[in-house]
């Protein structure tokens, strides 16, 4: 929620700067991406006893959508289960995917669709666009040498099964000399190589949001 008010200070700062009506102007037909990630579910959620006791993981994922905005793209949970930093935490010794924590991003997942379903209907003047992350990302893990890769349980950096974000650099003790044969920079965010690959499968989504007025599931 923090976002929001951060949002809502930008938007201030640029009537301030250009005046209500063009910043009006900007604010609607500017294209806006939201993302409600992995990060909010396996490093808050599933790690955080007091969400679990106050939340179900289906009432943590509500709330995503922001103020003033005409041209929305809002991405899709990928599968969290099949990151690394979550198979070694919560996999109990094996090396598949943990679906029950798949689940979770598939019900989100559902869950947008029925959002946006909703908000086109309310708000005739808003285009959204879905930006499916999910079934990509899981084709590329559980068959990486189809894509040229041949790592998906564990990344680059590393051991590649805990470390994380500011834990890894290209110094860190084990970190592999090529990261574009790894799905996984660190246990938890994809490569250089990866994003490439889902960015090139979301060009129809972003084309669409830009210049159509359909929306793209």
Same mark, same amino acid.
């Given at each position: 929620m923090n976002q929001l008010e951060f949002y809502k200070d930008c938007q201030e700062e640029l009537v301030k700067?250009?005046?209500? /009506?063009?910043?009006?102007?900007i604010i609607s037909g500017a294209a806006y991406l939201l993302v409600d990630g992995s990060g909010d579910f396996a490093q808050n959620y599933f790690i955080n006893p007091i969400l679990q006791n106050i939340y179900t993981p289906y009432q943590f994922s509500d709330n995503l959508y922001a103020l003033g905005a005409r041209k929305i793209g809002v991405t899709t949970l990928p599968p969290i289960g099949c990151m690394p930093f979550i198979i070694t935490k919560f996999g109990y010794h094996s090396n598949?995917?943990? /679906?029950?924590i798949n689940n979770v991003a598939l019900d989100f997942n559902k869950k947008l669709n029925l959002t946006t379903e909703?908000?086109?209907k309310k708000l005739p003047g808003v285009k959204l666009v879905i930006f499916d992350i999910y079934q990509p990302l899981y084709e590329l893990i559980i068959r990486p040498s189809?894509?040229?890769?041949?790592?998906a349980r564990k990344g680059c950096c590393g051991t590649g099964l805990l470390e994380v974000a500011t834990l890894c650099n290209k110094i860190s003790i084990g970190t592999c000399a090529d990261a574009s044969k790894y799905v996984f920079w660190d246990s938890f965010h994809p490569t250089e190589a990866t994003n490439k690959i889902l960015m090139d499968h979301l060009i129809p989504a972003a084309t669409s949001l830009l210049y159509s007025n359909q929306t793209v599931r």
């Amino acid at each position: 929620m923090n976002q929001l008010e951060f949002y809502k200070d930008c938007q201030e700062e640029l009537v301030k700067l250009i005046g209500k /009506e063009n910043a009006t102007s900007i604010i609607s037909g500017a294209a806006y991406l939201l993302v409600d990630g992995s990060g909010d579910f396996a490093q808050n959620y599933f790690i955080n006893p007091i969400l679990q006791n106050i939340y179900t993981p289906y009432q943590f994922s509500d709330n995503l959508y922001a103020l003033g905005a005409r041209k929305i793209g809002v991405t899709t949970l990928p599968p969290i289960g099949c990151m690394p930093f979550i198979i070694t935490k919560f996999g109990y010794h094996s090396n598949k995917c943990v /679906e029950t924590i798949n689940n979770v991003a598939l019900d989100f997942n559902k869950k947008l669709n029925l959002t946006t379903e909703n908000l086109i209907k309310k708000l005739p003047g808003v285009k959204l666009v879905i930006f499916d992350i999910y079934q990509p990302l899981y084709e590329l893990i559980i068959r990486p040498s189809d894509y040229g890769f041949f790592e998906a349980r564990k990344g680059c950096c590393g051991t590649g099964l805990l470390e994380v974000a500011t834990l890894c650099n290209k110094i860190s003790i084990g970190t592999c000399a090529d990261a574009s044969k790894y799905v996984f920079w660190d246990s938890f965010h994809p490569t250089e190589a990866t994003n490439k690959i889902l960015m090139d499968h979301l060009i129809p989504a972003a084309t669409s949001l830009l210049y159509s007025n359909q929306t793209v599931r």
